[in-house]
């Protein structure tokens, strides 16, 4: 059974840091690309950043460009989102998603609240 499982979220003022981490089970982590959504109460999922299994790029979104940062633990099939500076339009419920060439997989989701 795969799982996705998210943890690392919770409330933090303007301007703090917070580390996401998503770690998987029951796949071959390191032949999926892992990526990061959020979803803001009452707006879309969008986005956030990727890392790619094949060759380790990483991809962002404008709006955490030069903020966040996603990285990959291959021995703890773990992929972790440093998330600084971190700002009120950052608040949503972040999801980890595991995705390779024949199936997708997401987490439950770890809120991340956001106070000025």
């Known amino acids: 059974q795969v799982q996705l499982v998210e943890s690392g979220g919770g409330f933090v003022q303007a301007g703090g840091s917070l580390r996401l981490s998503c770690t998987a089970s029951?796949?071959?982590?390191?032949?999926?690309?892992i990526a990061w959504f959020r979803q803001a109460p009452g707006k879309e999922r969008f986005f956030v950043a990727s890392?790619?299994?094949?060759?380790?790029?990483?991809y962002y979104a404008d709006s955490v460009k030069g903020r966040f940062t996603i990285s990959r633990d291959i021995a703890k099939n773990t992929v972790y989102l440093q998330m600084n500076n971190l700002k009120l339009e950052d608040a949503a419920v972040y999801y980890c998603?595991?995705?390779?060439?024949?199936?997708?997989?997401w987490g439950q989701g770890t809120q991340v609240t956001v106070s000025s």
């Open positions: 998603n595991a995705i390779s060439d024949k199936d997708q997989y």
């Open positions: 029951g796949l071959t982590f390191n032949q999926y690309t």
């Open positions: 890392h790619v299994h094949k060759d380790g790029s990483t």
